[in-house]
C-alpha cells in the first residue's frame, strides 16, 4: 500500500512512486486513449466552469496560510481573485489539461464535514491538505477538487444553480477517473465543534414530507422527549 504521510492522509489510485507520478503517454498501450477518453463528462463540466479546480501552488506557497487562512466557499474565492488580482483557480483550459496529463495531477479530496454550514470549522483539514501538498507524496499534484470550494455553495443565484446541478451530475468522477485523477483521504474527522454541543442537525429532502413548518413542528414534538 502507499504509505501515509504526516498529515495522515492517504493517496490512492496513483501511478508514482515516492511521489514522482509516472510518465504515460498515450503510445503505451492502446487502452490508454479508451480510458481517457471516460473522463469527457468531466472534460465538460470543467470547460463550462461548473466545476473550478483550486491551484495546488496557490495552496502550497510560501505565505499561503497568511493569505488563505481559513477555507472559504467559492464565490468567496471568486471575490478574492478579482478584489486582489491573484488566481485561486486553474482556468478552466489548465484545468483539463491536467485532467489529460495523463499524471493524475488532480487530486479529489475526500472528507467528513465538520459541520453542516461549514465544512473545515477548525482548519484542520485545511492545514493538512497543505502538508500533504508540500510532502513528496504530493508534489506531482498541479490542481485540487475540494467541493465546498470547487462548487457554488448557498445562497447560489439561478445562474450559480444551474452550474451546480451540472457538476452534481459529474462530481463522482473526480474519484473514479482511471487515468486523470488522484484520490486522497482524510482519515479522521475532526472534534465536534463546540457551538455545536446540544444541536441536531436534521438534513431533509426539498419537497419531502419534512419539508415545511408544520412537519418541523412535528419533529419538534417528538424529539421533545429525549430532552433532559
Excluded at 4 to 10: E, F, P, V
Excluded at 133 to 153: I, K, M, Y
Aim: glycine content about 8%.
Amino acid at each position: 500500500g502507499v504509505p501515509l504521510n504526516s498529515a495522515g492522509i492517504r493517496p490512492t489510485n496513483m501511478l508514482y512512486s515516492m511521489g514522482k507520478a509516472a510518465a504515460l503517454t498515450a503510445a503505451d498501450h492502446k487502452g490508454i486513449p479508451l480510458l481517457a477518453a471516460l473522463d469527457e463528462a468531466l472534460v465538460a463540466v470543467l470547460r463550462s466552469g461548473a466545476i473550478k479546480l483550486l491551484r495546488a501552488e496557490f495552496l502550497r506557497a510560501d505565505g499561503s496560510e497568511a493569505m488563505l487562512p481559513k477555507l472559504l466557499h467559492r464565490q468567496e474565492l471568486e471575490r478574492m481573485e478579482l478584489e486582489r488580482g491573484i488566481c485561486v483557480f486553474l482556468t478552466p483550459e489548465d484545468a483539463v489539461a491536467a485532467l489529460r496529463s495523463l499524471r493524475r495531477e488532480v487530486a479529489g479530496l475526500t472528507y467528513g464535514w465538520a459541520s453542516p454550514d461549514h465544512p473545515d470549522v477548525t482548519g484542520e483539514y485545511l492545514a493538512n491538505v497543505r502538508r500533504f501538498l508540500r510532502h513528496p507524496l504530493g508534489e506531482h499534484v498541479t490542481a485540487l477538487f475540494w467541493d465546498f470550494s470547487s462548487l457554488p455553495q448557498k445562497p447560489r443565484t439561478g445562474s450559480e444553480d444551474e452550474l451546480f446541478s451540472q457538476a452534481l451530475k459529474v462530481m463522482g468522477d473526480v474519484y473514479a477517473s482511471p487515468l486523470g485523477t488522484t484520490v486522497i483521504r482524510h482519515r479522521s474527522v475532526p472534534a465536534r465543534p463546540a457551538e455545536l454541543d446540544g444541536e441536531v442537525v436534521i438534513l431533509v429532502e426539498k419537497g419531502g414530507g419534512l419539508d415545511g413548518a408544520s412537519a418541523e413542528a412535528e419533529l419538534r414534538s417528538a424529539l421533545g422527549a429525549f430532552e433532559n
